[in-house]
Structure formats: C-alpha cells, structure tokens
C-alpha cells in the first residue's frame, strides 16, 4: 500500500511543479537574529529538526539540482508508474514487500 501512496504523491508532484524547486515556491530561511551567515553545521541542525514531510521535500529538492531531469522523462516515468498502479490494483501482478527485496539481496550479495 506504501507504494501506492508514493505513486501517487510522486504524480501529483509531478503535475505541480515542471522545474527543480522553482524559487518563487520555496520559502526563504534567513539568519536575521544573529546577522551572519548560515554555517553548513547550523544548516544542518535546523534541516535535522524539520518535520519528515519537509526534509524529504528538501532533499528532493536538493537531488533535483544536483541531476536535471526534463519534463518528458518525467512524464514517461509518471505514465509507468500509473500503468504499474493500474497492474497492481487490477490483480495482474502482485507487489513484493521492501523487507523481503532487501532480504534477498542480503542473503545473495550479503
């Protein structure tokens, strides 16, 4: 069902926004009590003390300028990734839960 769930958030994702976190969309941190510049480490402590939804948005957001993607690949992998949901909730193929992959690859590569 997690899957599921991600499917659709990775859709309807897709849908809102065609470019890397677009400035306009992002809220701004600033520093302004102390005047200074945001040091890596205190950057790193405010991103560690954000809700889970916020630092995943963030690190998407990070990966996403780190490898451009252009919106017809983006597309392409939204349209499988329906079409796989579709399979799933039609029968036509059973979802493998995570800890069994992952149990597998230990135990083969280990």
Known sequence: MLAIVLIRNAKEDLA???T??????????QAS??????????????????????????ADCMLRSLNQTLPAIDQKWAELASQRLRHIQ?????????????????????
């Open 90 to 110: 039609a029968g036509k193929v059973t979802p493998v839960p995570a800890e069994d992959v992952f149990n597998e690859i230990w135990h083969r590569f280990g």
């Open 16 to 18: 809102q926004r065609r």
């Open 33 to 58: 009590d102390t005047g200074r510049t945001m040091k890596t480490d205190d950057l790193i402590q405010v991103i560690q003390s954000l809700p889970v939804d916020e630092r995943a948005r963030l």
């Open 20 to 29: 890397p976190c677009p400035p306009e969309q992002l809220e701004s941190f």
